[in-house]
């Protein structure tokens, strides 16, 4: 060491010195030794996976208990690299391969950045970088046209403080492990942040928004998403995202905002073993999606999950927990057992929670338990329910369509062709009265034929669009405008509505296919390719599974609604499928097959719940929470309701009809 030879050197030319000099030596000989001492590093490891346990009683369905999650992660604030890094100039294009400040903003027509070697540290230094736009979808391929920074199978990178602009990517991390994304802002990409096919890597205090996903983790593992706002992502079919999830599992999401997205706030897709608490997650349209089940959505060891905007209860005095548990969509069931009343809740002062055992209720409405359907061949709509006869809402000039039922479940909107195919009007019914309390005349220069229309109400609530076959238009049930026609050759037999706004899932017999309809674009964007001609369509609540009466095939196919393909079956044996519906909460799948046999199954095990006869001339079947219902001719020319109790395969009530059913709808 220097500083003892230079000590050294002094006693031999000052004698007198050396009883002093020497003390000074043996101080700062053990500041040096402490000074070596390494100081251990944070721990940045991922706890291990959860474990589920199953545990059935005699006879009963298997249910999946809730895993245990990891304790909480200690949040390590920002540090900076102890030596300064070189402030460089870059230009587009450029390949990064030592740790270096970048020194100017870039405009590129491609990639901006590059890295190309393990274990640097790009610093943006706070400058922008901006790309040639977010590009287009390329589905059921990412979309990977440029990124602001791409690190492609390179590990323990760090990428921080800058701003990305209009690129397919902002930051693209693919095989990477061990690395950081810190305070980085994101606008305006189609992927703000994406982590792909790695592990163990940071993503800490970034903004993504104004984005067409914010984050994305696809098939990444053992990643931490820490103390990050992803919100306000906008609409480009599809899009919206604050954070979305694709067969990645164990990842850890912790202090996060996903708050006014256009779209899901948090969609989980073939994942699990995921962990999320103390995160915002505020008027999302809609919240959360969740096909799995195998999430954990709460912190174990305190007793705290997350604050939800349209969580509906009471606060347990003194905690700011909620009273009953936050239930998240998808046929896993999943709950979070312990939500915030508050935003932010869990930076008070307060008492822990008491542990849980009330069974979730529903942050939406429960089931009015009201049944709607048309008489087709009186021009008739009307309702029912398990307790009293049928009854007449309205009669119609000439019925022209299928029922679309509003989503507060206070209209009924039907297309009347009155006395001649040319005069083609939307009436909206009050679902109680069947009173008329508005006409939607459409004119005949939207070239609808009025043989018999196609309806559906829009997930907004304020769109209802029609198709004959040729076209689909749109109506503004606000101010009454019809929007310009797609153009749509098709022979449709049923139509869902996307959670994505202004697409629309169309079984289309004509071509063996579910086809994918951008109304705002004006076309078609995708055709699925299925196995048979399909004849009705139904869908989870979540809106991330649709499931095709297909008559031919032996199975149900699962349609993924954010890769929009064929990504699974259910049961098998079905051929002669008829009709298809799912429980609202997403945990079970009715078929209905020729014969009338009704097959019921769980959705998350995919097991066979029970098998029963009924009407052999069944042709439609619906389901709310509780409640099966089934609507058959009659050989004498008349109809039929049974309701069954849902759960138990159970009749309840049978009511007839006065005449043969059509369309049937049941009151969310």
């Known amino acids: 060491m220097r500083h003892l030879d230079r000590l050294a050197a002094t006693v031999r030319r000052r004698p007198i010195g050396v009883f002093v000099a020497l003390l000074v030596a043996l101080a700062l000989t053990g500041c040096a030794r402490l000074a070596s001492t390494p100081t251990p590093a944070p721990s940045t490891t991922i706890p291990p996976r959860p474990s589920a346990t199953i545990t059935t009683a005699p006879g009963a369905t298997p249910a999946l208990l809730t895993p245990t999650p990891p304790r909480r992660p200690t949040v390590m604030a920002s540090t900076r690299t102890a030596t300064a890094l070189p402030r460089l100039a870059l230009d587009c294009g450029a390949v990064v391969r030592e740790s270096l400040v970048l020194a100017n903003d870039l405009t590129c027509p491609g990639d901006a950045l590059t ?43 760090t990428v921080r403080d800058g701003t990305i602009l209009k690129f397919s990517s902002g930051v693209y991390l693919d095989g990477s492990h061990g690395s950081t994304i810190e305070e980085i802002t994101a606008r305006g990409n189609y992927y703000g942040i994406y982590l792909s096919n790695g ?25 931490r998403i820490v103390d990050n706002d992803a919100s306000r992502q906008r609409h480009f079919s599809p899009g919206g995202y604050g954070i979305y999830m694709y067969g990645s599992h164990q990842n850890l999401i912790v202090g996060n905002t996903f708050a006014h997205n256009v779209n899901w706030g948090i969609w989980m897709s073939e994942s699990s073993d995921n962990v999320f608490y103390h995160n915002n997650v505020i008027d999302n349209h809609p919240q959360v999606s969740d096909d799995n089940g ?108 299928n029922l679309a039922l509003a989503g507060d479940g206070r209209h009924l909107y039907v297309v009347d062709a009155g006395a001649s195919p040319d005069r083609l009007a939307v009436l909206a019914l009050d679902a109680s009265t069947g009173k008329t309390d508005r006409i939607y005349p459409i004119p005949p220069g939207a070239g609808l034929k009025g043989d018999h229309l196609l309806i559906a109400m829009d997930r907004d609530g304020h769109h209802l669009h029609l198709l004959d076959g040729l076209q689909v238009v749109s109506l503004d049930l606000d101010d009454g405008s019809i929007s310009p026609d797609v153009r749509y050759g098709a022979a449709p037999t049923a139509i869902f509505p996307s959670w994505k706004h202004q697409l629309i899932l169309v079984a289309n017999r004509q071509g063996n296919t579910i086809d994918v309809v951008w109304i705002d674009g004006q076309k078609v964007i995708g055709r699925i390719p299925i196995s048979g001609a399909p004849v009705d369509l139904a869908a989870n609540r979540a809106g991330t599974r649709v499931y095709p009466t297909i008559p031919g095939d032996d199975g149900i196919a699962v349609i993924e609604t954010e890769q929009y393909q064929v990504v699974d079956h259910v ?40 098998q029963l006869s009924l009407d052999e001339d069944a042709t439609r079947l619906v389901a709310d929470g509780s409640t099966l219902v089934v609507a058959a001719r009659v050989a004498d020319g008349s109809g039929r309701l049974t309701f069954l109790d849902a759960t138990t395969d159970r009749v309840t009530a049978t009511l007839p009809l006065p005449g043969p059913p059509g369309d049937l709808v049941i009151q969310p």
């Open 199 to 223: 592990s163990e890597n940071r993503v800490k205090r970034v903004t993504v928004e104004g984005n067409d996903y914010g984050l994305t983790i696809y098939r990444a593992d053992r990643n």
């Open 294 to 401: 195998g999430n954990v959505w709460y912190d174990a060891e305190t007793r705290e999950g997350n604050y939800w905007s349209d969580w509906q209860g009471k606060e347990i005095a003194g905690t700011g927990i909620g009273n009953h548990p936050y239930l998240i969509w998808g046929p896993g069931g999943a709950t979070d057992p312990y939500p915030f009343v508050r935003e932010n809740g869990w930076l008070e002062r307060r008492q822990q929670a008491p542990p849980t055992t009330v069974t979730p209720t529903p942050t939406r409405s429960a089931s009015g338990g009201t049944v709607f359907l048309t008489i087709p061949d009186q021009n008739r709509i009307v309702s029912a329910t398990a307790g009293s006869a049928p009854r007449t809402l309205a009669t119609l000039t000439r019925l022209a369509s």
């Open 571 to 610: 049961g098998h044996g079905l051929s002669g499928q008829r009709d298809v519906a799912t429980s609202p909460d997403g945990d079970r799948l009715y078929v209905l097959l020729d014969g009338g046999e009704i097959v019921a199954y769980d959705l998350l095990t995919k097991a066979r719940i029970y």
């Open 115 to 157: 890295v190309g070697a393990d274990g640097i540290t790009l610093d943006l230094g706070g400058h922008t970088l901006t790309g040639p736009g977010p590009g287009s979808p390329t589905w059921p391929h990412p979309n990977l046209k440029s990124s602001g920074v791409k690190v492609a199978d390179h590990s323990n990178v």
